[in-house]
């Protein structure tokens, strides 16, 4: 299984790509991956790249990955090029409805890429007092919620608790299960 995880910096790309390596390791799978970091402090491009299974390079090729996590619609702009046909995203947008890009409306019917889009920064606005730094924990949990990728709910959610800072704990419990209910089938 190959990942894609996009983000600005200081959107927790790096902490989420570390739960999904958290679980997989868990499991006794092997993993690899890269980061590419662009002013990664805050604003530039983080581009997280994340395989599960034997593989021998972390990069992953253009058209090549199974699921891409966007926590910033410019960054699903920059980055969908590396779905697969038959892929699924998960992409933070601020009108999921509207997903206001066509070339990325057209990528994705080509290519019969699933989407599941959401108003992440919208939810966090109105439930967790506009703390956007628990948007990664939100994406994961919106990951769960749309039944996509290797991992369940409890796996995910229990690697989030684990991980997380003692003090913002109960905070990214509260965004996953946030993000979790606005994708759950």
Do not use: W
């Not at 983000?7 to 390596?21: D, E, H, R, Y």
């Not at 892929?87 to 601020?94: D, K, L, P, R, T």
């Not at 990664?136 to 919106?142: Q, R």
């Amino acid at each position: 299984m190959k990942y894609i995880v996009a983000g600005i910096g200081g959107q927790g790309i790096l902490f989420a790509t570390k739960v999904l390596g958290h679980i997989a390791l868990g499991k006794g799978l092997p993993v690899i991956g890269s980061e590419v970091h662009g002013m990664s402090q805050r604003g530039g491009s983080v581009i997280s790249h994340f395989k599960i299974g034997d593989y021998q390079s972390p990069l992953i090729a253009s058209g090549d990955a199974d699921i891409f996590l966007a926590f910033d619609q410019s960054e699903a702009l920059r980055n969908y090029h590396f779905l697969r046909e038959g892929g699924q995203a998960v992409i933070n947008v601020e009108r999921p409805a509207e997903l206001a890009h066509p070339r990325l409306q057209d990528y994705f019917r080509q290519r019969r890429i699933t989407l599941h889009a959401l108003d992440g920064l919208g939810l966090i606005r109105e439930h967790l007092g506009g703390k956007f730094l628990f948007l990664n924990v939100l994406i994961l949990g919106a990951l769960c919620g749309a039944g996509v990728g290797n991992f369940s709910r409890d796996e995910m959610r229990q690697a989030v608790g684990e991980l997380a800072p003692a003090r913002f704990r109960e905070e990214n419990l509260k965004g996953f299960d946030l993000g979790y209910g606005a994708l759950a089938k």
